[in-house]
C-alpha cells in the first residue's frame, strides 16, 4: 500500500477523485462498502477505514448506512478502499 506525500499532485482531471479511476460499476444500493481516509497528524500519515451500506454517491459525496444510522460523507476525503 502506498502511502500518500505532502504536496504530491496526482495527474488528470482537477475534479477527479481516485475513485474515479476505480471500476465501481459493481456497487449496489445495500452492499456494504469499505472506505478509507488518509490524514496527517503530527507529521505522519494515517488512515481510518469504515465499512458501511452504500446507498449513492454524487459529484461530492457518498450516502450510506452507517451502524443503522443514515449518513453523507465527502468523496473528496473518503474513497473506496479494497
Partial sequence: ???PRAGG???GPEHARHDDFVAVP???QGQLISLI???Q???EWR???MLAQYLHRDEESWY???NGQ???LSRSEWAIFN
Fill in 1 to 3: 500500500m502506498s502511502t
Fill in 26 to 28: 459493481y456497487l449496489r
Fill in 41 to 43: 497528524v503530527s507529521g
Fill in 64 to 66: 450510506l448506512v452507517i
Fill in 9 to 11: 499532485q496526482i495527474s
Fill in 37 to 39: 481516509r488518509w490524514t
Fill in 47 to 49: 488512515y481510518t477505514t
Fill in 70 to 72: 443514515q449518513a453523507k
